[in-house]
């Protein structure tokens, strides 16, 4: 393969981004590297109040959102901005951001819907290869009954064997 034929890593100078975080200092923490990265617009909020209003009034390229929040948890919201069907901003990507997760909540966060997860801390570099992620290989949106979300497989492989799935 050439050189050239590498894939460049895309820029960030048209994207807009939320962060909810309900610390006030972390909040402008991430705000900072994602000016840092060269983010487009950037708006922060501590709540998910604060959150819903601003997703029903501007729409986002990417949404960073911790999983612990107020009055709702990370995951709630995820889910809820998933299941409004006419939402602004019901297909955009999300980060979750999270403390201490384990493999059940970040399980649970995938199946509510939520795009990419970061384990804080975190630095630049890190929300830096998310947004290239899913910047460079966006994941096509799912709506089902089960489901509303980004695809939830990340590898695309081709099934070589007998189809068992039943026809219903």
């Known amino acids: 393969m050439a050189f050239s034929a590498i894939m460049q890593k895309p820029g960030f100078g048209k994207l807009d981004v939320l ?5 006030p200092h972390m909040a402008a923490l991430i705000g900072q590297m994602l000016r840092h990265l060269k983010v487009r617009r950037v708006d922060e909020t501590v709540t998910a ?3 819903s209003l601003m997703l029903q009034t501007h729409r986002y ?17 995820v889910r809820a901005l998933r299941q ?4 602004l901003n019901r297909d955009t990507p999300v980060i979750m951001m999270s403390s201490a997760p384990d493999a059940d909540q970040i399980a649970r966060a995938r199946d509510a819907g939520v795009t990419e997860f970061l384990r ?8 830096e290869s998310r947004l290239v992620s899913i910047l460079a ?10 489901f509303v979300g980004p695809d939830r497989r990340r590898k ?13």
């Open 61 to 77: 390229g990417a949404v960073m959102i911790n999983d612990t929040l107020m009055p709702t948890d990370g995951i709630a919201m």
């Open 156 to 168: 695309r492989a081709t099934y070589k064997g007998d189809e068992r799935r039943n026809g219903n």
């Open 84 to 87: 409004a069907s006419a939402g």
């Open 137 to 146: 290989a966006p994941r096509e949106f799912i709506e089902d009954k089960a």
């Open 19 to 23: 962060v909810v975080d309900p610390s």
């Open 49 to 51: 109040d604060g959150a």
């Open 120 to 127: 804080k801390p975190f630095s630049a570099q890190h929300i």
